[in-house]
Structure formats: structure tokens, C-alpha cells
């Protein structure tokens, strides 16, 4: 079978001139070229980490649920622990990730993102970033809304009852692991983790949540990102097996 795109070649295997497209793959696997009918193989694991985060998720607002919406114990221990080791500079360290990542900036760094891969000419990875951020908000806000739960009485930021589950932590998840599984560079995945627990504890430091709302914004942002990345997987495949069946 020859390469639809001229080359001569089967493009099943690896011919050495794949070397030069690896500048304009969209992730390190030159078999994962944008335009290439090939079957990431992290999809099966993303689908069932997916899963998994969202029966946690499930699991815990029942927990939250069946506690009358009041924090659970360990909820009031961790913001104890939290009151005792409040300072001026750690909650003006506090404050960094909880002004970045609040809603302006999280639509700030998301359309600038989504810009970014249109203008490079990556689109599926523009249609999973900004899909990725407008589901997680559609699912976590209207959530909070309804659920209405107290957040801690001594909140150093937001006071409306809108607490379970941490909006913050759940988009920081979600751009952090959508940003990791397209790029697949180790860095991008250590500073996506960092810049998720930072988050969690930010939100956490300032009362602003209690630790089973940032957990379940993680979970949420987990599913999110993992779901919606393998549905843009099979999206992209197949229609570049319908494009390279045509081509035959």
C-alpha cells in the first residue's frame, strides 16, 4: 500500500523521511501524525482512568451528600491544620494561584491556548483544549450552584455557598492534564502537577474550600480532560481513515 500522500511508501511502516515531518507531529510518536489513521495507544487508559475519576467523584458527593452538605471530619481537620499554620506570606503565596487561575484568568490562558494551536495549524488540539474548558465550567458551576454548599466560616476569599466542588482546582486540573496527554513532554506533565496541588492547596489555605470540595474538583477536571481527549481521539482517527480510504 503506498502513502496516499505520495511518498511511495507504506505508510504502516516507519520510512526513514518521517524523520523530517517529526517538526510538524502533534506529539512525539511520529505514528501519531495529525493526519495518520493510527490508534494512540494511552486511549484505552485514558477512557478508564476517565471512568474511574468520575465514580469517585460520584462517590464523594454522596459522602457530602449524606453529611447534610456539612465539611466531614477530615474536611475540619485539614482546615484546622490549615488555621494553624496561617502567615502573611503564605497567604500572599496563596493568593498567586488563586488569581491566575480564577475565572478571568482560566479564560484568559484558555482562548489564548486555543489560539495558539489554530495558529500552528494543530485545530484537533484547539478543539480539545477549548472543549475540554467549556464542559468542565458547563458541569462545575451549574454543580456548585445547586448543591450550595457553606464553604468554611473564616473564607479569606469567596463567602457565596458554592463550594463543593472547587471550580479553581477542577479547570486547573483540566487544562493541566489536556495540556499533558497533547503534548507529551515529561515537563508539561511535572508543572501540570505542581500546578494542581498548588491550586488545592491555595484553595484550601485561604478557606476558600474544604479539602473533599478541591478533591472532587480534581476528580472532576480528571474526567474531564481524560474523557474528552479519547473522544477527540476517535474523532481524529477516524476521519483520517476516511480521508486515507478515499485516497486509495
Not at 496516499?4 to 523530517?20: E, F, I, Q, S, V
Not at 452538605?69 to 503565596?93: E, H, K, R, T
Not at 445547586?146 to 477542577?170: Q, Y
Request: glycine letters at 6%; charged letters at 15%.
Amino acid at each position: 500500500m503506498t502513502d496516499p500522500r505520495g511518498h511511495g511508501k507504506c505508510w504502516l511502516a516507519k520510512p526513514a523521511t518521517w524523520d523530517d515531518a517529526r517538526m510538524d507531529a502533534t506529539t512525539d510518536d511520529t505514528a501519531l501524525l495529525p493526519d495518520r489513521p493510527r490508534i494512540d495507544p494511552r486511549r484505552p487508559i485514558a477512557l478508564v482512568v476517565g471512568v474511574v475519576a468520575t465514580v469517585l467523584f460520584v462517590a464523594l458527593r454522596f459522602a457530602v451528600a449524606l453529611s447534610g452538605s456539612a465539611p466531614l471530619p477530615i474536611d475540619q481537620a485539614w482546615d484546622d491544620a490549615m488555621a494553624a499554620l496561617a502567615n502573611p506570606v503564605g497567604v500572599i503565596v496563596a493568593w498567586v494561584p488563586a488569581i491566575v487561575g480564577g475565572t478571568i484568568g482560566m479564560i484568559v490562558i484558555g482562548v489564548a491556548t486555543t489560539i495558539v494551536f489554530l495558529i500552528v495549524r494543530r485545530p484537533w488540539d484547539a478543539l480539545n483544549v477549548a472543549a475540554s474548558i467549556a464542559l468542565v465550567v458547563l458541569i462545575g458551576a451549574p454543580l456548585a450552584a445547586v448543591i450550595a454548599r457553606s464553604r468554611p466560616a473564616d473564607s479569606l476569599a469567596e463567602t457565596v455557598a458554592t463550594s463543593f466542588p472547587s471550580g479553581h482546582t477542577a479547570v486547573a486540573t483540566t487544562i493541566a492534564l489536556t495540556l499533558a496527554l497533547i503534548l507529551r513532554r515529561r515537563w508539561v506533565w511535572i508543572v501540570g502537577a505542581v500546578w494542581v496541588v498548588l491550586m488545592m492547596w491555595s484553595r484550601t489555605y485561604l478557606h476558600a474550600h474544604w479539602l473533599s470540595d478541591v478533591v472532587a474538583g480534581f476528580l472532576e477536571g480528571v474526567a474531564v480532560a481524560t474523557l474528552v481527549w479519547a473522544m477527540v481521539e476517535v474523532w481524529r482517527v477516524r476521519r483520517a481513515q476516511r480521508l486515507h480510504a478515499s485516497a486509495e
